[in-house]
Each structure stands twice: as structure tokens, then as C-alpha cells.
């Protein structure tokens, strides 16, 4: 199983990154997906997660803002970004899950959100 994350950057407040976690080894719609991010200092947070077959669920701080989305063809999950805030910036992961399978986790992809 590999996680491979990207489109993380460089932006300004305001402005939009859309991240993507493609999925090897495994099909991707038989696991749990998420978004997690880890700020220096500061623990890993979950900010997006879907849940099979079709639940979403998004951290209050990133509610209206951050969608994840799966991919129809591809073996991957979305994480559409709007209206950055400096306060998004980090590390951010993806995660699978599976409770036959275990946890898999991506290498991470940095976001930074400059004021």
C-alpha cells in the first residue's frame, strides 16, 4: 500500500490549493480516507474524512471552506481548499484506514498560507 500526496505551495490568504493523495496496492474505495495536518508545534488534526460508502465529515476550522472529494476513475481523494488562512499552514497527510487492512499514511505535502 503507498499514499502519495501533492499540490501542496506557497500562497497568499485568501487564495486556493487543491491537494491530491493517489493510492497504490489497494482500492482505494474499500477504506476509510482522511485529511490530517500537523502545524510545527502542534498535534496531527484531522481536517476532512470521508467514510464508506458516502459520509463526509469536516473539522469545524475548515467547515465551508475545504471539501474532499473521491476520484470516479482514479484510485485517489481530493482536498479542494478555499479562502486559505495562515492559520492552515502545515503538513498536511492522507490517510487510509481499514479495519481489516490497518492505517496507511502518505509522506505529506507542506501548505504554507502567507499573511
Known amino acids: 500500500v503507498k499514499l502519495v500526496e501533492s499540490g501542496g505551495g506557497l500562497v497568499q490568504a485568501g487564495g486556493s490549493l487543491r491537494l491530491s493523495c493517489v493510492g497504490s496496492?489497494?482500492?482505494?474505495?474499500?477504506?476509510?480516507m482522511s485529511w490530517y495536518r500537523q502545524a510545527p508545534g502542534k498535534e496531527r488534526e484531522r481536517v476532512a474524512g470521508?467514510?464508506?460508502?458516502?459520509?463526509?465529515i469536516y473539522a469545524d476550522s475548515v467547515k465551508g471552506r475545504f471539501t474532499i472529494s473521491r476520484g470516479n476513475a482514479d484510485n485517489a481523494i481530493y482536498l479542494q481548499m478555499n479562502s486559505l488562512k495562515p492559520d492552515d499552514t502545515a503538513i498536511y497527510y492522507c490517510?487510509?484506514?481499514?479495519?481489516?487492512?490497518?492505517?496507511?499514511w502518505g509522506q505529506g505535502t507542506q501548505v504554507t498560507v502567507s499573511s
Open positions: 490517510r487510509a484506514s481499514s479495519l481489516l487492512s490497518g492505517d496507511y
Open positions: 496496492g489497494f482500492t482505494m474505495s474499500t477504506f476509510h
Open positions: 470521508w467514510f464508506t460508502p458516502n459520509i463526509t
